[in-house]
Nanobody
Framework: VQLQASGGGLVQAGGSLGLSCAAS????????MGWFRQAPGKEREFVTT???????YYADSVKGRFTISRVNAKNTVYLQMNSLKPEDTAVYYC????????????????WGQGTQVTVSS
């Protein structure tokens, strides 16, 4: 599966931004999907994941502010980010795995190219 992330940009603290990740292939509905992020000088970190059945799990740092969703008919997974903070600034990556509810980057076989999110204070 090939992934294409989009929707990043510059936003002020407290604002909102939505990311999309479009996937190729007919088996998108079978994949667990995740969002990760990587800030300069830091390791890639887990943000959220959604299973093939629609169950979700969030990192504590984004719980209550971010929402992951998927539309299988469009082969797309979304990340709605609200109440953004400067510490949310990072390159955001979407990823796919045949497993579900995975939080380790090494467990995802397919990755998008990343999209920059910058939150100004």
């Amino acid at each position: 599966v090939q992934l294409q992330a989009s929707g990043g940009g510059l936003v002020q603290a407290g604002g909102s931004l939505g990311l999309s990740c479009a996937a190729s292939g007919r088996t998108f509905r079978s994949y667990g999907m995740g969002w990760f992020r990587q800030a300069p000088g830091k390791e890639r970190e887990f943000v959220t994941t959604i299973s093939s059945g629609g169950s979700t799990y969030y990192a504590d740092s984004v719980k209550g502010r971010f929402t992951i969703s998927r539309v299988n008919a469009k082969n797309t997974v979304y990340l709605q980010m609200n109440s953004l903070k400067p510490e949310d600034t990072a390159v955001y990556y979407c990823a796919a795995s045949l497993g579900n509810m995975l939080i380790m980057a090494s467990e995802y076989a397919y990755w998008g190219q990343g999209t920059q999110v910058t939150v100004s204070s």
